[in-house]
């Protein structure tokens, strides 16, 4: 069973579209995030939920809107999409909370690479 | 400044020897993590190895072991016994607070290809 998966795996589109990405971890953690990797391989945060409550919005265009039904997904909406805006997005997940000597460890998706033409 | 240095874009190792890939680290608060992830051709992110700031011992995971220098803020990843498979991006994380923190972003470096021959 896959722990963070991601939908689509790809994506190519016309620049001005909307395009949806979605993501499901079946971990139980309780917090997700979206980031962005661009061509130059750097990773940046983007969003992260808590319990459904969005508790990082990084400068990010107003054109992205994430939502979060349920604390098991985290959805990532791009509306009039840029040309800028081709990278791999990557979905992630943790579990919070100092109990136990885990690392709590950022679970990653594999990976949704948007291609805008 | 960049909370999390990759001074090395790429590094070349022969197979089954070792090899040490840098990362230096800036933060100002006394509790923190450090990860390494690695990052195939095929694109995911695959966790390694993790520190934590009060970690007395140095991190070990089967052929990854983590060389951490708290004085000099370095978290170097040593591979020991390179395989080809071993070939892939490497990225250095880290997160400041408190380990149950909500806000915990992870900080990434630029990532260093190592590629490994045979």
């Known amino acids: 069973d896959t722990a963070v998966s991601q939908t689509p795996k790809y994506l190519v589109t016309q620049m001005g579209n909307d395009k949806s990405i979605k993501c499901e971890q079946n971990l139980g953690h309780d917090t997700m995030y979206w980031y962005k990797q661009d061509s130059k391989k750097f990773l940046k945060i983007m969003f992260s939920y808590n319990n459904k409550e969005l508790i990082i919005n990084e400068t990010v265009p107003n054109r992205f809107s994430p939502k979060s039904p349920d604390k098991a997904h985290l959805n990532l909406h791009i509306n009039s999409l840029e040309l800028g805006d081709s990278a791999v997005y990557f979905c992630?997940?943790?579990?919070?909370?100092?109990?136990?000597?885990?690392?709590?460890?950022?679970?990653f998706g594999a990976g949704s690479r948007l291609t805008v033409l | 400044a960049q909370k999390i240095t990759q001074t090395q874009p790429g590094m070349f190792v022969q197979e089954k020897e070792a090899v040490t890939l840098d990362c230096t680290y800036d933060?100002?608060?006394?509790?923190?993590?450090l990860f390494w992830y690695k990052q195939p051709s095929s694109g995911e992110m695959i966790f390694l190895i993790y520190?934590?700031?009060?970690?007395?011992q140095n991190a070990t995971e089967g052929r990854y072991s983590l060389n951490f220098q708290k004085a000099r803020k370095s978290a170097n990843l040593v591979i020991s016994a390179s395989q080809l498979g071993d070939s892939a991006m490497y990225f250095c994380a880290m997160r400041e607070g408190v380990k149950g923190s909500t806000l915990g972003r992870l900080y990434f470096g630029r990532g260093t290809q190592l590629t490994v021959w045979p």
């Open positions: 520190q934590g700031s009060y970690d007395q």
């Open positions: 992630a997940s943790r579990q919070t909370g100092t109990g136990g000597s885990g690392a709590n460890v950022l679970t």
């Open positions: 933060t100002s608060d006394p509790s923190y993590g």
